[in-house]
């Protein structure tokens, strides 16, 4: 297992995409659990396999087709990421942000960063699309942290700033299309834990009295390592299943994977609208 990837690992990795696409995407799109579908939407698409890149780390969770997709939408060249990994799956945490810091070698300035996400707040319905507007970094107030060891000077400062992780003008953008597109869209804060393990009960209420509308498994350290090199962000939760702060109801993968069906659309609309106003 990787802890660390030097700039020449990374470099590699990019060098391996170049050789295989004459697009050169400014903006990165990764798709979370049961959203691969919203690739299709790619127009003239070079499709890469990660198993045909070297270090590239591979997902084994369903709903992850494990392809990075690039090519035209909107008018915009882009790469998608058809599916992530996650640390529960045994990655570390380098491994887990590598992709990102491969599209940073490759110039991208944007990112769209997606999730399937639980939710927290009782007034969220399954379906939906909830904007990000702050995280709360659990798994990293633990430890987990992609920025830990040796900093790299030519990415991004030792101690970046955070207060401003999903960008403002590109939530403004998302609130704007979501009007005009007439798609509801909740704004809140997303936490991530570890996990596998859903969460119990007794740990949604402790969240939802931290104040957090979302809860998942990934994108905060995707976010924090766009962020180290200076790209701007923009988060959207899927909400893939209904706050059991009771503990009356069970979630399953299964369960987060059908709400995709009803969620992509609406992220592919917004996502669209989204690149048509940059």
């Not at 396999?49 to 090519?71: A, E, F, K, M, Q």
């Amino acid at each position: 297992m990787n802890e660390y990837f030097t700039l020449e690992q990374m470099e590699e990795v990019a060098n391996a995409i170049r050789s295989r696409t004459t697009y050169k995407p400014r903006l990165g799109i990764i798709l979370g659990s049961g959203l691969g579908s919203l690739a299709n939407a790619v127009e003239s698409p070079t499709v890469i396999p990660y198993s045909d890149l070297p270090n590239w780390p591979l997902s084994t969770v369903p709903g992850h087709r494990g392809c990075l997709v690039i090519g035209g939408l909107e008018g915009r060249e882009v790469i998608v990421m058809q599916g992530r990994v996650h640390y529960y799956e045994g990655y570390s945490m380098a491994q887990v942000v590598l992709p990102v810091r491969v599209m940073q070698r490759l110039g991208v300035e944007i990112f769209i960063i997606t999730n399937a996400a639980g939710a927290v707040n009782p007034n969220f319905e399954p379906g939906e699309l909830m904007l990000i507007k702050d995280h709360l970094n659990l798994i990293g107030m633990a430890g987990l942290n992609p920025l830990r060891g040796q900093n790299l000077d030519t990415i991004g400062p030792r101690f970046p700033d955070m207060s401003q992780a999903y960008d403002r003008k590109l939530s403004e953008l998302a609130r704007q299309v979501a009007e005009s597109e007439q798609i509801s869209l909740y704004q809140g804060v997303y936490a991530c834990l570890a996990g596998p393990s859903f969460e119990t009960p007794a740990d949604l209420r402790f969240l939802h009295n931290a104040g957090v509308d979302a809860v998942g498994m990934s994108t905060v350290p995707e976010v924090i390592a766009a962020r180290h090199g200076g790209q701007r962000v923009l988060g959207v939760s899927g909400i893939s299943n209904k706050a059991n702060l009771d503990g009356n109801t069970l979630t399953t993968h299964e369960e987060v994977l059908q709400a995709g069906q009803k969620i992509v659309p609406k992220l592919t609309t917004l996502i669209r609208g989204v690149l048509r106003r940059l």
